[in-house]
């Protein structure tokens, strides 16, 4: 039988690392001990996944781990700052060697690739349950807020959208694809890579206003920049970058995915219209797509119109935990 | 219908605080941005609560609120930081609002006592799950370790023990007592005070070698730091400072139950023999009751006496969550 230490010690506690260790204390007290940067502030998030409501009861322990991690990567990213160390809390039913291998093994492949160091945390029994804290630091002032848009900044999207949305439809058997389709969308599911790079590059630079991770759908994730930043916006519904297997779908499954999706983990920025070419270059610099989808304006709520500017009715709605009971 | 942004708006954000706004920017963004005081150690621990494993399903929303941030700031007080900010993550079978006031009730009015702010985290739906990511600091230095205690180290507790474990046995059925019994115990279970104010004195002091707090039993908790240490200790069973309760009990209950019980959430600290005066008048300026219960020794082992000196076969067996399935 393995004890909680046992487990902690087996399967979290880790030898020398590549990076110089991140905390003055690490695991193993009552508190984790860290030593902010003179000057810096820390950026802190939170993010809680449970079994059956972010992830499917089986799922692959290992894109698992790396998916708890990259959640709450991307919420770094999405204020810009830089990935320092991580607590986590483990719910677990049972001590199972194979699941702890693997979601250990998710969970520290993509935390050594982001150099953020596991300082602390809890493992007790319970219904699978996984909870980050992760912390970030960055120089005061070069925050991207979400209450710093302004009316006349172009809206931008990193990556591609939809292409999650498009597995979670053909996992659930909502709709039917091929499965060649399934097999080019489901690592978009499972395996988001959180915009650190983008994310550090806008904020470093200055380039941006206002900024987010899309994790319940785009419109209604930007909603909130919008809401915080008291303007509106108008977004080219088919100008938004659909994931490659969305890409292939119709028209108006690639609007609905890309505009109110999920899980997507991209960023959504605004930024003055002076910054595009430096802003591109940045993201060039970070290997990231980009793709100017809308502007930002004085009247409020948010409006998609077609290619050729037609005003269009797409469902705004995000994901929200509490209202699909 | 409350939406998971209502319920945070109405639960969670608060108007103006008494104390100063400890966070830079708090609930609302991707991050939460604090702003680390200069020259000071961040003290980082997380504790999960699982209803059914931490608490009983239908336990009183309000005191649930207290005991899961208590839990929190016992960490920070076993390492003598000053508490600042926390983060907490809640899953939820459903968006109840009478559970939700008492529950943020319970916690905020703890938070308020020791200015400890609510700076972000995550709600979603799912088993009744509490994670709380707390956020103290202290001068480089002053932290109370495990690893720090040295052979000829008195050995210290904390107010009383027993208490909450007697509650329990009386609400498994594993024991009867009266009711007014445990009616006077139940306090201690369902509402624990974090000795933080002790925590502070011994660190800024410079009057305690190791510290942590007793959440698994003593014995066990106490292994910890003699392991971490690489030392021994012999205790006074009878010289443990039973509840007042539990004090009424038989003498072989008191020993078990003050010996090893749980959720006591007192600090157990050793501390040089010619600290005693000033640890005494210290923990009077906190209002709190602290009793020298044994030694440290080299050799390694955790030994008990009785009253006389005579040893005694006591179990040392700490709670573990993944040994009793």
């Known amino acids: 039988m393995l004890s909680e230490f046992d487990l902690i010690k087996q399967y979290f506690v880790r030898g020398a690392r590549a990076g110089a260790p991140r905390a003055t204390l690490g695991i193993g007290d009552d508190c984790a001990l860290l030593t902010p940067s003179p000057g810096m502030q820390m950026a802190i998030s939170s993010d809680m996944l449970v079994e059956g409501r972010h992830f499917f009861a089986g799922a692959d322990a290992c894109m698992l781990g790396h998916k708890s991690l990259a959640v709450n990567l991307s919420d770094l990213a999405a204020m810009g700052a830089k990935p320092i160390a991580f607590t986590l809390a483990l719910a677990l039913p049972a001590a199972d060697r194979d699941w702890l291998a693997g979601f250990s093994r998710g969970l520290f492949d993509l935390a050594d690739q982001f150099d953020c160091e596991l300082i602390g945390g809890d493992t007790t029994r319970g219904p699978l349950t996984i909870c980050i804290t992760i912390f970030g630091e960055l120089a005061p002032g070069q925050a991207l807020r979400r209450d710093r848009a302004l009316a006349g900044d172009d809206v931008w999207i990193s990556g591609t959208l939809g292409d999650a949305r498009l597995a979670l439809a053909c996992l659930q058997g909502e709709l039917v694809f091929h499965r060649a389709t399934l097999e080019q969308a489901a690592p978009r599911m499972h395996m988001p890579a959180p915009r650190v790079a983008l994310g550090r590059a806008l904020a470093c630079g200055g380039l941006a206003h206002a900024a987010l991770d899309i994790s319940d759908g ?23 970058p659909a994931g490659p297997a969305l890409a292939s779908q119709s028209r108006s499954l690639r609007r609905q995915f890309s505009a109110a999706g999920g899980d997507d983990y991209e960023l959504c920025f ?35 119109v077609d290619a050729d500017g037609r005003p269009l009715a797409l469902s705004a709605a995000g994901f929200d935990h509490f209202a699909s009971a």
């Open 270 to 304: 605004t930024a003055a219209p002076r910054h595009r070419a430096a802003i591109v270059e940045a993201a060039a610099g970070c290997a990231t797509l980009v793709t100017r989808v809308g502007v930002i304006e004085q009247a409020p709520g948010l409006r998609f």
């Open 218 to 240: 785009l419109a209604g994730d930007l909603g909130h920049i919008l809401a915080a930043s008291n303007v509106g916006a108008t977004l080219d519904a088919d100008a938004l």
